[in-house]
């Protein structure tokens, strides 16, 4: 067998065709004609004696000879961009583009940024607050910290935390409307950081779901809503990642001792073919370090225990009718894992 290799366009031109499943896609990738990449498969598949795709229909489906080079030329395709990108961008200069969680990059990254940047001075950050998985196959980004459930394709994504869920309340405004047991909400606007979806979930972890509400605010994602809380608007629903050092400073208050699992986790991610960048590495490597090294403080309550059997029923006229995102939902055990639902917490 011959052990000359086939040539580099061609088989950049199947990898891109293979992926996109079509040969004008490839070619709008690639930035040639529609004609250049049919070309270049021909090429290569006349250097194969063999076909490497099935004609017909409008999406190209490989052969399996196409299916068994596939593989290999991606894996190579890849090596080849992670070596260029690490000798093109050295350890402790350059820059970096991050995409974080608006409620982590305000609360928790950009409080110890100074950590970094004293130890990597050269390192030029631009840092985006959002949760936009789509960023992930961006060009111009080059690490994302995401909340979800780490299953994004065609790229690499490692668990950073998991979190719990809890309300959360400033002192100034407990001061001035007590919050004594689940029935005194009714009392307090509600600051939802999502579609109402996790409150609901802590409510009937709390054998809370029927107690009558008061006046609730939704926001687009969780810095809204502790914010809104920090400045005394109502009681949001804190966790432990973001509102843990809000807590220990004496910011915010969690008036009760329970916390429920957030429905999805941290994770931090990038493509494929930047994470062998040295430069990638050493943020990558900074993230999970600053967060094993300064853990989140102990759950500081207002020692108000929920007593279930203590809650009393509420009777038919005193409920509220269901609204947008409350409709009940059945108690779920307290270390129970609540049921994944297609809507998530917007942390975005």
Same mark, same amino acid.
């Given at each position: ?10 088989? #950049? ?261 930047? #994470? ?59 270390? #129970? ?12």
């Amino acid at each position: 067998m011959s052990s000359r290799l086939p040539p580099l366009n061609p088989l #950049r031109a199947f990898e891109a065709t293979a992926r996109r499943g079509s040969v004008s896609a490839a070619a709008r990738e690639l930035n040639v004609t529609h004609g250049a990449i049919s070309h270049q498969i021909r090429a290569l598949e006349l250097s194969f004696n063999a076909a490497l795709f099935e004609r017909g229909g409008k999406r190209l489906k490989l052969t399996s000879q196409g299916a068994l080079l596939l593989p290999a030329v991606t894996h190579a395709f890849e090596g080849i961009a992670a070596a260029t990108a690490a000798m093109t961008r050295p350890t402790t200069s350059g820059e970096l583009r991050i995409v974080c969680v608006p409620a982590l990059l305000s609360f928790w990254m950009i409080p110890r940024l100074h950590q970094f940047t004293e130890q990597f001075p050269d390192v030029q950050l631009t840092l985006i607050a959002s949760n936009d998985a789509a960023k992930l196959f961006s060009g111009d980004v080059d690490i994302c910290l995401l909340y979800g459930d780490g299953n994004w394709p065609d790229c690499w994504a490692r668990l950073w935390s998991r979190l719990e869920l809890f309300p959360v309340v400033s002192p100034t405004l407990l001061n001035m409307r007590p919050l004594r047991s689940l029935r005194d909400l009714r009392d307090h606007v509600i600051l939802h950081g999502d579609d109402g979806r996790e409150w609901n979930t802590w409510l009937a972890a709390a054998d809370g779901i029927d107690i009558p509400r008061g006046r609730q605010h939704f926001m687009s994602d969780a810095r809204l809503s502790t914010e809104a809380a920090l400045h005394n608007q109502g009681v949001a629903l804190g966790d432990t990642i973001t509102a843990g050092s809000l807590i220990a400073k004496g910011e915010l208050i969690a008036p009760f001792d329970l916390t429920v699992p957030a429905n999805d986790a941290f994770y931090v991610a990038c493509r494929n073919e930047v #994470r062998a960048a040295p430069i990638v590495k050493v943020f990558i490597d900074w993230l999970f370090s600053a967060l094993e090294s300064d853990p989140m403080p102990e759950l500081q309550t207002s020692a108000r225990t929920i007593i279930r059997a203590r809650i009393p029923k509420i009777s038919a006229p005193e409920r509220l009718p269901a609204k947008d995102g409350f409709q009940p939902v059945s108690s779920p055990a307290r270390t #129970r894992r609540p049921e994944r639902t297609p809507k998530r917490r917007a942390k975005s």
